[in-house]
């Protein structure tokens, strides 16, 4: 049985019917001992016969060292969205529910090559010279977190010292409890300073920079 409903998928085939250029979901898993490994795979199985323009590498967390040392994987289930180059952007987690939708805006965003942000935004990402990690834990039941995902995407497209991963809360509760996350979306900077809430472009940009010690005039 599919895990996604022809009704969906036929919503899914006309939003990536607008992709630009062939995006890869590199996947990593080890389906034996993780509770929703297999249905994490599976998902993405199925997303990726809803397009031409997109397909699915999967590889094993233990076995497939070299390319878990590429993508610097550290804990699965984890999907990176590439389009012959790696953003830096990761799934880590079954992206079901809302999260799904953020997915597929990072899928679009890629094909698209441009991470859509403001001029003045793209401006300043640019200019930062110093590695800036973006960890934002969600839940499938949050409406806020796919914008507060979008917008830690975005910013990876625009610098390659910036890395923005999707973290699904319930599935890694040592995180969780490592980073005191009572609330989503949550967003760990640098694994030292954290945002709350999906918060508005301008002010996420201020708050990411400030915070990480390298804000551009």
């Given amino acids: 049985m599919g895990l996604i409903g022809e009704d969906v998928a036929t919503e899914i085939r006309e939003r990536l019917s607008v992709m630009a250029a062939p995006v890869k979901m ?25 397009s031409d323009n997109l397909s ?22 984890a999907t990176a969205i590439c389009n012959g180059k790696d953003h830096g952007i990761r799934f880590y987690g079954m992206p079901a529910g809302y999260e799904f939708s953020a997915l597929l ?43 507060a995902v979008r917008l830690a995407h975005q910013f990876a497209m625009e610098n390659d010292l910036i890395k923005a991963d999707c973290i699904e809360a319930t599935e890694f509760p040592d995180l969780v409890a490592e980073y005191r996350v ?25 708050s990411v920079l400030s915070a990480a010690g390298d804000s551009p005039s």
Avoid at 26 to 50: C, K, M, P, W
Avoid at 57 to 72: G, P, Q
């Fill in 105 to 147: 805006d990072a899928i679009l965003d890629v094909s698209k090559g441009e991470s859509g942000l403001e001029a003045e935004t793209r401006e300043k990402l640019q200019q930062v010279s110093q590695p800036i990690h973006l960890e934002v834990f969600v839940t499938p039941t949050c409406p806020h977190c796919p914008r």
């Fill in 182 to 206: 009572h609330a989503v979306p949550k967003t760990v900077i640098n694994r030292e300073h954290s945002l709350d809430g999906a918060l508005p472009e301008s002010h996420f940009l201020d």
């Fill in 56 to 77: 699915l590498e999967v590889y094993d967390f233990l076995l497939d060292k070299e390319k878990v040392a590429e993508y610097a994987i550290d804990k699965v289930p």
């Fill in 26 to 50: 590199v996947h990593f898993t080890q389906e034996l001992n993780l509770e929703y490994g297999r249905e994490t795979r599976q998902a993405l199985e199925e997303l990726a016969a809803l």
